[in-house]
Protein backbone atom coordinates (compact mmCIF):
# COMPACT_ATOMS: atom_id res chain seq x y z
CA UNK A 1 0.00 0.00 0.00
CA UNK A 2 2.67 2.66 0.97
CA UNK A 3 4.47 2.16 -2.44
CA UNK A 4 1.32 2.24 -4.31
CA UNK A 5 0.63 5.78 -2.31
CA UNK A 6 4.22 6.67 -3.26
CA UNK A 7 3.51 6.12 -7.12
CA UNK A 8 0.08 7.60 -6.72
CA UNK A 9 1.44 10.84 -5.50
CA UNK A 10 4.15 10.98 -8.17
CA UNK A 11 2.03 10.34 -10.45
CA UNK A 12 -0.03 13.65 -9.09
CA UNK A 13 3.51 15.46 -9.15
CA UNK A 14 4.94 14.87 -12.42
CA UNK A 15 1.53 14.54 -14.75
CA UNK A 16 1.14 17.81 -16.81
CA UNK A 17 -2.82 18.66 -16.82
CA UNK A 18 -3.64 16.82 -19.76
CA UNK A 19 -5.28 13.38 -19.83
CA UNK A 20 -2.47 10.50 -20.03
CA UNK A 21 -4.07 6.62 -20.74
CA UNK A 22 -0.68 5.14 -20.14
CA UNK A 23 2.64 5.33 -18.42
CA UNK A 24 5.37 4.13 -15.90
CA UNK A 25 5.90 6.24 -13.02
CA UNK A 26 9.40 5.34 -10.98
CA UNK A 27 9.82 6.63 -7.03
CA UNK A 28 12.91 4.57 -5.53
CA UNK A 29 12.47 6.62 -2.41
CA UNK A 30 11.75 10.65 -1.66
CA UNK A 31 15.74 11.04 -2.22
CA UNK A 32 16.19 9.21 -5.14
CA UNK A 33 16.00 10.15 -9.04
CA UNK A 34 12.33 10.04 -9.77
CA UNK A 35 10.97 9.50 -13.38
CA UNK A 36 7.96 9.72 -14.95
CA UNK A 37 6.99 8.42 -18.93
CA UNK A 38 3.57 9.11 -20.23
CA UNK A 39 1.49 8.88 -23.46
CA UNK A 40 -1.09 9.26 -25.47
CA UNK A 41 -2.19 9.44 -29.25
CA UNK A 42 -0.20 13.22 -29.73
CA UNK A 43 2.49 12.51 -27.36
CA UNK A 44 5.18 10.96 -25.13
CA UNK A 45 6.50 13.23 -22.24
CA UNK A 46 9.64 11.99 -20.18
CA UNK A 47 9.81 14.06 -16.74
CA UNK A 48 12.67 13.36 -14.44
CA UNK A 49 12.76 15.15 -10.69
CA UNK A 50 16.26 15.01 -9.12
CA UNK A 51 14.87 15.71 -4.91
CA UNK A 52 18.23 16.18 -3.74
CA UNK A 53 19.30 18.80 -6.41
CA UNK A 54 21.41 18.30 -9.95
CA UNK A 55 24.18 17.01 -8.38
CA UNK A 56 23.02 13.77 -6.94
CA UNK A 57 21.23 12.67 -10.53
CA UNK A 58 22.87 10.21 -12.14
CA UNK A 59 25.12 10.45 -15.13
CA UNK A 60 26.86 7.28 -15.91
CA UNK A 61 25.82 3.74 -15.00
CA UNK A 62 29.57 2.58 -14.65
CA UNK A 63 32.75 5.00 -14.15
CA UNK A 64 35.89 4.07 -13.89
CA UNK A 65 39.19 6.14 -13.01
CA UNK A 66 39.91 7.34 -16.77
CA UNK A 67 36.12 8.45 -17.36
CA UNK A 68 36.45 10.68 -14.40
CA UNK A 69 37.40 13.51 -16.23
CA UNK A 70 35.05 12.80 -18.91
CA UNK A 71 31.87 12.46 -16.19
CA UNK A 72 33.13 16.40 -14.76
CA UNK A 73 32.69 17.82 -17.84
CA UNK A 74 29.49 15.96 -19.18
CA UNK A 75 28.15 17.25 -15.78
CA UNK A 76 29.32 20.87 -16.11
CA UNK A 77 27.92 20.65 -18.88
CA UNK A 78 24.43 19.14 -18.43
CA UNK A 79 23.91 21.53 -15.15
CA UNK A 80 21.27 23.83 -16.76
CA UNK A 81 18.87 20.92 -16.88
CA UNK A 82 18.40 21.97 -13.18
CA UNK A 83 17.15 19.43 -10.59
CA UNK A 84 14.25 19.06 -12.49
CA UNK A 85 13.40 18.25 -16.29
CA UNK A 86 10.67 17.31 -18.94
CA UNK A 87 10.31 16.66 -22.52
CA UNK A 88 7.55 15.76 -25.18
CA UNK A 89 7.95 13.83 -28.25
CA UNK A 90 5.13 13.93 -31.06
CA UNK A 91 3.84 10.47 -30.91
CA UNK A 92 4.96 10.06 -34.60
CA UNK A 93 8.89 10.09 -33.15
CA UNK A 94 8.59 7.47 -30.84
CA UNK A 95 7.94 3.48 -30.71
CA UNK A 96 6.44 1.32 -27.85
CA UNK A 97 7.38 -1.88 -27.54
CA UNK A 98 3.95 -4.40 -28.45
CA UNK A 99 3.60 -6.24 -26.43
CA UNK A 100 6.52 -5.17 -23.78
CA UNK A 101 5.05 -1.47 -23.18
CA UNK A 102 7.75 -1.22 -20.82
CA UNK A 103 10.29 -0.29 -24.03
CA UNK A 104 10.28 2.92 -25.71
CA UNK A 105 12.19 4.57 -27.91
CA UNK A 106 11.57 8.40 -28.99
CA UNK A 107 14.30 10.14 -31.71
CA UNK A 108 14.65 13.87 -32.97
CA UNK A 109 15.67 16.97 -31.20
CA UNK A 110 13.08 18.40 -28.90
CA UNK A 111 13.49 21.50 -26.23
CA UNK A 112 12.51 20.77 -23.00
CA UNK A 113 9.29 22.68 -21.40
CA UNK A 114 10.78 24.86 -19.10
CA UNK A 115 12.20 27.79 -21.18
CA UNK A 116 15.23 28.27 -18.44
CA UNK A 117 16.67 24.85 -19.62
CA UNK A 118 18.33 25.38 -22.97
CA UNK A 119 19.78 21.83 -23.13
CA UNK A 120 17.89 20.12 -26.54
CA UNK A 121 17.05 15.90 -26.00
CA UNK A 122 17.33 14.07 -29.03
CA UNK A 123 16.00 11.42 -27.49
CA UNK A 124 15.85 8.17 -25.17
CA UNK A 125 15.35 4.93 -25.26
CA UNK A 126 14.53 2.52 -22.29
CA UNK A 127 15.33 -1.07 -21.64
CA UNK A 128 14.67 -3.52 -18.82
CA UNK A 129 17.58 -5.75 -17.78
CA UNK A 130 17.02 -9.21 -15.54
CA UNK A 131 19.99 -10.44 -13.65
CA UNK A 132 20.17 -13.96 -11.89
CA UNK A 133 22.66 -14.80 -9.79
CA UNK A 134 22.92 -17.25 -6.80
CA UNK A 135 21.59 -15.11 -4.61
CA UNK A 136 18.66 -14.25 -6.88
CA UNK A 137 17.32 -12.07 -9.20
CA UNK A 138 16.67 -8.67 -9.58
CA UNK A 139 15.59 -6.45 -12.63
CA UNK A 140 16.07 -3.10 -13.31
CA UNK A 141 14.20 -0.23 -15.66
CA UNK A 142 16.89 1.89 -17.35
CA UNK A 143 15.99 5.13 -19.22
CA UNK A 144 18.95 6.45 -21.81
CA UNK A 145 18.72 9.85 -22.51
CA UNK A 146 20.73 11.68 -25.35
CA UNK A 147 21.66 15.56 -25.13
CA UNK A 148 23.22 17.95 -27.01
CA UNK A 149 25.40 20.30 -25.38
CA UNK A 150 28.52 21.36 -26.75
CA UNK A 151 29.16 17.47 -26.92
CA UNK A 152 26.94 14.76 -27.43
CA UNK A 153 26.08 13.20 -23.70
CA UNK A 154 24.17 10.07 -22.95
CA UNK A 155 22.62 10.06 -19.01
CA UNK A 156 21.33 6.61 -17.81
CA UNK A 157 19.16 6.36 -15.09
CA UNK A 158 18.82 2.78 -13.77
CA UNK A 159 15.56 2.16 -11.56
CA UNK A 160 15.10 -1.38 -9.51
CA UNK A 161 11.84 -2.44 -11.39
CA UNK A 162 10.31 -3.03 -8.18
CA UNK A 163 10.29 1.12 -7.50
CA UNK A 164 8.10 1.21 -10.79
CA UNK A 165 4.63 1.18 -11.58
CA UNK A 166 2.77 1.33 -14.79
CA UNK A 167 -0.58 3.16 -14.84
Not at 64 to 72: R, Y
Not at 86 to 107: A, F, N, V
Not at 113 to 142: C, Y
Request: net charge neutral; aromatic share 10%; with cysteine.
Amino acid sequence: MKHFLQVLLLSLTLLPMQSFAKGIACQPNPHDTQMMISWNEKEIILKVINPMGYSYMPQMETVGQSSIPFLKMQSDDLKGLGDSYEYHWPREKCTIGSPDEWLISCQGSVNAVDQKNKIPSLGFTTSRLDETTLNGKQSTFRARMIFDQSNIYFVTLPIATEFCSRF
